[in-house]
């Protein structure tokens, strides 16, 4: 299975921008990169995906490097309600939807 | 649409107790599955189902047993609870479960069990 690794734990000042990395060296080429977060108490949600192009969609950017190795979730513009742990993920081709989640990053959000 | 319901939302079980923790979802979706997530880790998984009657193995699949006899109910059970099964169990579901799909999946709020 392709394993992404993620930092245990980010800081980031209310509304300025974030960026949370992600390594994956191994991914394979049909492998797509989904984010997921998870708010406290509460289950994971999406947040984002993408296989080669950058992307963007209401919730955040996600920018990914040209040899696919890393990946990068910006946040624009971070607010106390992003304070989270952020999941880095690669669907694994062997189980379709079975996500395989690693422990992410743990964000905090400072007023 | 509710979205994925769970229930109960707690629950304190003895060693050798068996329960059942629900799991429903409106949104026609074929594909549902159940992960635990244990202090200060990611999610694994435990069971899933790709369609009614149709159930598999995930990563941690040991104690649990499951079935899917309609698309909405994916009741995960719990044959003879042990410490080691105190754990917040999330269940979800996704549109499609084939490879090639991208679909969201759509996470419920999770059972927090506790088993003494």
């Known amino acids: 299975d392709a394993k992404t690794t993620q930092p245990n734990s980010m800081e980031s000042n209310e509304e300025e921008p974030v960026h949370l990395p992600c390594n994956h060296s191994?991914?394979?080429?049909?492998?797509?990169i989904h984010w997921y977060r998870q708010l406290p108490s509460q289950g994971p949600e999406y947040v984002i995906h993408?296989?080669?192009s950058n992307v963007n969609n209401r919730m955040a950017s996600l920018a990914i490097a040209e040899d696919r190795k890393s990946s990068t979730l910006i946040l624009h513009r971070a607010t106390l309600r992003d304070a989270a742990v952020y999941y880095c993920i690669l669907r694994d081709g062997n189980y379709g939807q079975n996500f395989v989640f690693g422990p992410g990053t743990r964000l905090s959000v400072l007023p | 649409n509710a979205g994925v319901t769970q229930t109960p939302k707690f629950q304190v079980l003895k060693t050798g107790q068996s329960m059942t923790l629900q799991c429903a979802q409106d949104?026609?979706?074929?594909?549902m599955s159940w992960y635990r997530q244990d202090p200060g880790m990611g999610l694994r998984l435990i069971h899933y189902?790709?369609?009614?009657?149709?159930?598999d193995q995930g990563e941690v699949p040991n104690g649990y047993n499951v079935s899917r006899s309609t698309t909405e109910d994916f009741p995960l059970r719990l044959l003879s609870a042990a410490p080691s099964q105190t754990s917040v169990y999330f269940c979800a579901s996704s549109y499609s479960w084939r490879e090639t799909s991208t679909d969201t999946q759509y996470f419920g709020p999770g059972t927090r069990l506790t088993v003494l």
């Open positions: 993408g296989l080669t």
């Open positions: 189902s790709v369609g009614a009657g149709i159930t």
């Open positions: 949104m026609n979706h074929e594909y």
């Open positions: 191994t991914i394979s080429g049909t492998d797509y």
